[in-house]
């Protein structure tokens, strides 16, 4: 056999070989794209809850930890929600009395909001009213969203606040650890890089006409 075909063959072999490595182990790597997401972190008592809107299981799972004795206070916010026809600090609030939170614990913001960046801004914006001094906030969302969240509750609250972030357990979100077998999972962790990287963007990098064409991008 020529030098060119015993080439030939090494390469065809390696090529086999790191397709059946990439076989072998694709649950893995799916798995670690998935949880490179997610962010929990060992909870401590907080001054509030913050429930960034969405699914019931954001406010349940947020209720559950105030009754755990997590924090004071839920803060609601979120805005008007087409979806449900209902605002979603509302709805919240409802929510949190029916399972027997006091009135008094419960807080609402039912200002517009187009993203979650717009909705730390709210959160920002009541902890400097505040009369009662808020130095740690417990954020609740979905796990695949935690990461983004992260990074903008930093941008916008500082290295002076303690942020700890509470993802909604799988077993009581609408949402698969194997998100690649699920359509709604699937859509979620596309959507996060996505939204990532447009964070970045909108947010860090850019300025001028660029910064405002991205601004009317905003969603979610």
């Known amino acids: 056999m020529s030098t060119r075909g015993k080439l030939t063959v090494i390469i065809a072999l390696a090529v086999l070989l790191l397709g059946a490595i990439l076989f072998l182990t694709r649950e893995s790597i799916l798995l670690a794209v998935g949880d490179f997401l997610v962010v929990q972190d060992k909870l401590q008592p907080a001054e509030i809850i913050h429930v960034i809107a969405g699914h019931d299981h954001r406010n349940d799972y947020a209720i559950l930890l105030y009754k755990q004795g997590y924090a004071r206070q839920i803060f609601f916010t979120g805005g008007w929600c087409p979806e449900l026809k209902v605002y979603h600090g509302k709805h919240g609030r409802e929510m949190a009395l029916r399972q027997g939170v006091p ?11 187009t993203s979650t960046y717009s909705e730390v801004v709210r959160l920002k914006e009541f902890m400097a009213k505040s009369q009662v001094p808020i130095g740690s906030v417990i954020v609740v ?15 916008l609250l500082g290295d ?11 077993d009581l979100s609408h949402y698969q650890r194997r998100w690649w077998t699920e359509k709604l999972s699937r ?3 596309e959507n996060e890089y996505l939204k990532t990287v447009y964070y970045y963007a909108r947010y860090r990098f850019t300025v001028g006409p660029i910064k405002e064409w991205l601004a009317g991008l905003d969603r979610d």
Do not use: E, L
């Open 187 to 189: 859509s979620h962790v």
């Open 141 to 155: 969302s979905d796990p695949f969203h935690m990461r983004r969240a992260r990074w903008t509750y930093r941008q």
């Open 160 to 170: 002076r606040i303690r942020i700890q972030m509470a993802p909604v357990p799988f």
């Open 103 to 113: 009135s008094q614990a419960i807080v609402t913001d039912d200002s517009d909001v």
